[in-house]
């Protein structure tokens, strides 16, 4: 069977190995293979592959079918149809309630297409079976029957005992009485056993579930934007393309990205060009106007900085050829600027010109009246993006767990898809989207008051340290602290915040030495505090302006303090709606984000354990990137007395 869906829709709900219940009461189904288009043009193929390959070897060994690091052996693949089979292939009788089974869809096919009772004068119509049995290993397998002694399989029903738990069902004989348990749990006759279960292997055995259980399936997605058909993605990956990052982002020149001069002098200075000829003339050992330039800074005469040595004093990243800490914070960066250069987009300043421009003056003093609650909350802007080119990549599944210690990570296999190689599918759009950026100034004061080590020069990281605040400030210590800070460039605010966040894969775990280490911390406190407020204003979005909320998606730059949140439903959104939200209603959004933010039906327990569940942050894992973890209100609004926990607030400042 093959049905045509959406590329949305497929990424999401019908990827292979997954079952499904098909309309029309047509049954369960499992996808087998997905027809599917060429999509390598429109993707960085080095790039992917290497964040694939490197999250597949968190697996420790763990992993399936991700045996090769480079390009041509994945086939990136744009979905466009479904073939599907059923499964599971165990009925039972709609009439007498006789079991069935059959051991593939093609046996089915071959011996009972017409889904009719076997059982002598029956004839009822077959229905399936709804349970599967699962393994941490990837292996998913439909229920098998047992025979009575007596009279064999001829009179075998489920007896569900009135439960909804596998572990209570039986076969039984409907003639004698005879009956066993199902296997609920089993032998899955892998030599596969997760980290987590290595000091108890028995307890890793398969276990058997209702087929659309969540955990019989997890699919793991990568989300980028898009810097390949920007004209950027040639910079990715490369130290030079993340100092332009750097430059760009410490706003250290005006220059569009890629014109970048990393010798190009800061504040203006002028060097003569004719002084650099004579000296590239006149000494032997200059042997360009380059190296002139810099026989002249080191001479004394030329008394300004270049934007490279302004990096290389304010950023404390490790670069070179085995060292990822620079490229990773410029690829992130990269991605950060081209939304900020390359994009059509505009600020709430442009938009309130523009309605001033269009003749709606009441629009535009609405707009203006947005720029107080940016600064009471601590944004330094908003923008609404009219084409944020993101793309979504589906490289593997597992099964009954997600974490690397619980589940192997299984690629899909080479015939899922119609081209050659491991499949990676890949959807890629441009969509609208608002981008919030936050100011540095107001999270290194919110880190400040948090993280004592922040002012202590023996344990931060670069040259720059934070004011000290003593334990309960008062509202002088705060101010003091503040003005502090505001001394600082905008340079030498970003480069803290640079040379202390470490990097945070796509499952929300931190890369960091210690927890108790200034870069540990810091990171910990920006990444948690973002994504919280990422969830709290995609929650709100949904609920004043009508999205849908499975309808909206986060992506988040934690290194520039921004996170957008951007419509992952182009099949039925209303091109402008983003923008319509932000002129007509940016101020609701933000008012219920801090009045409600803090809201949840469980507490006082929920904010007793992590403060974060289904009824105050989680979203939808089409909308979460990283599972819905790494999540805590406290981040925001302050830990309560009840808790363990000792934060201040971010909008408790």
Known sequence: MSMERSRQQILYQFLPGNTFDYSDKRGIWQVNRLETTDASGQVDREYI??????????????????????????????????RARPFPTTFYCSSCQKAHEYYSADDLSGKNQALKCQRSGCNGDLKQYQFASVHSCGEIRR??????????????????????????????CKICGWNTRVSYYQSCGCDYVPPAYEDNPDDDSMYTTVHRAGSTYYPHYLTTVNLHTSGIGHLRGSEDGSRKALAKHLGLTDSPLQAVDMNEGIEGAEIDDDRKIEIYQSEPEVESLAEAEEWLREH???????????????????????????????DELLQY??????????????????????????????????????????????????????????????????????ARLNAFSQNASSGD??????????????????????????????????????????????????????EADIERARAAIEDLSEGEQWAFLLNHLDPVDQYGRFDTTTDDTVEGQVTKYVFEMLHTLSHILLKQASTISGFDRTNLSEFLFPRALSLVIYTNNREEFNIGGMTTMVEQQLDDLLGQAKAHGNECMMDPVCSQRDGACLSCLHVSEISCSYFNQVLCRDYLFGSRPNTDRSIEGFWRL
């Open 49 to 82: 592959v290497d964040r694939v390959f490197a999250r597949a070897k968190n697996w420790d060994g763990g992993e399936q079918g991700f045996t090769s690091n480079k390009p041509s052996h994945y086939d990136f693949a744009a979905p466009k149809e479904v």
């Open 143 to 172: 229920l098998y029957t047992q025979k009575c002694p007596e009279h064999g399989d001829q009179h075998i029903v489920l007896d569900t005992q009135d439960s909804q738990r596998a572990q209570n069902f039986k076969w039984r």
């Open 300 to 330: 004394g005469e030329i008394d300004s900085q270049t934007i490279g040595e302004v990096i290389r004093d304010l950023i404390d990243l490790n670069a070179g050829e085995n060292a990822t800490e620079m490229t990773d914070a410029g």
């Open 337 to 406: 600027v081209l939304s900020l250069e390359e994009l059509t987009a505009h600020t709430i300043d442009e938009l309130e010109k523009d309605a001033r421009a269009e003749g709606f003056p009441q629009k535009a003093d609405k707009i203006s009246t947005y720029f107080d609650d940016l600064e009471r909350l601590g944004f330094r802007d908003v923008r609404v993006i009219e084409d944020f080119p993101v793309q979504t990549f589906v490289y593997g599944y597992t099964r009954g767990g997600r974490e690397e210690d619980e």
């Open 421 to 474: 190689g491991t499949p990676i599918f890949v959807d890629t759009s441009e969509t609208e989207a608002t981008q919030f950026d936050l100011d540095p100034a107001a999270v290194l004061l919110w880190l400040a008051v948090n993280i004592p080590g922040t002012s202590n020069e023996d344990a931060v990281r670069g040259s720059i340290t934070l004011p000290e605040i003593p334990e309960n400030p008062g």
